[in-house]
């Protein structure tokens, strides 16, 4: 398995999967296993895609130091990567929570990053989150016969039912999407991860951010305030889609990427 070190020394893994131009993607959560990624909509067909685990997520090592897990410090990691790689300059895809350090990498090092794709991103400098709006996007799943479970659902298991929120429909097919070996484990992770204090300014770099109009986990307000904050952004609202999008609408994922990429 291919690994990197780190600047403190930590192991941290990636993979590596397709041929053409590489495209570094780096996983949501935080701090899932990039396996949960899949092919991402069939992108290997195009591009060789350079799957990075976060510190303390999937295959890496996880730091004695538990503040190092910040989205700020991982935009430190995924500079080792480029140097690892030997590559001058890097197009990037980032879901859900990994697009804080993708947006990160990005305001720091401007002369490294050729494109920036956004894929349901949490926010810009933290959680951006319209509780209003994900309330409404649920609301209109009030006639499923799983929402009454999944709208009451706190605890431990709140997550595992809440599932359904994911997805612009729920059917035996998405089940067989959720992986609970793919979360992150670690009960200390998700605060860490977001405890850390943004770059001011913009990318400078095009950005695409795609954006999931049923996404019930996050909505799309995250999106749209992302969208907002770089000058060279675009923004895509995928109509019959979650927070996966590369799952629900694969044909239309690849191709506004590879559209994006190939510009």
Do not use: C
């Not at 291919?2 to 397709?18: I, K, M, Q, T, W």
């Not at 730091?63 to 030997?86: C, I, K, M, N, Y």
């Not at 949490?122 to 799943?141: K, L, M």
């Amino acid at each position: 398995m291919p690994y990197y070190s780190a600047a403190d020394g930590l192991r941290l893994h990636f993979e590596v999967a397709g041929d053409g131009p590489p495209l570094v993607v780096l996983p949501g959560g935080p701090g899932m296993d990039v396996r949960y990624l899949g092919d991402l909509g069939g992108l290997p067909s195009t591009r060789r895609l350079v799957l990075a685990d976060a510190r303390a997520g999937g295959r890496s090592q996880v730091p004695e130091d538990r503040t190092t897990v910040s989205f700020v410090t991982q935009a430190g990691d995924l500079e080792r990567l480029r140097e690892h790689l030997g590559l001058d300059r890097l197009d990037i895809l980032a879901h859900s929570a990994g697009s804080l350090t993708a947006q990160e990498y990005a305001v720091r090092h401007p002369h490294r990053v050729r494109r920036l794709i956004l894929v349901t991103p949490i926010g810009r400098a933290g959680r951006d989150i319209d509780r209003a709006e994900v309330a409404a996007i649920r609301a209109t799943r009030a006639g499923e016969p799983w929402y009454p479970q999944a709208a009451a659902a706190t605890g431990p298991f709140a997550a595992a039912r809440m599932i359904p929120f994911h997805w612009h429909r729920w059917t035996p097919e998405r089940r067989r999407e959720y992986v609970p070996g793919h979360a992150n484990p670690l009960p200390w992770f998700r605060d860490a991860f977001y405890a850390g204090t943004a770059t001011p300014g913009p990318v400078l770099a095009p950005v695409l951010v795609l954006a999931g109009a049923s996404d019930g986990m996050i909505g799309t307000a995250p999106a749209r305030v992302v969208a907002a904050a770089h000058p060279y952004a675009r923004l895509e609202m995928m109509s019959e889609s979650g927070h996966r999008p590369w799952v629900e609408q694969p044909e239309l994922f690849g191709k506004l990427v590879e559209d994006f990429l190939s510009a």
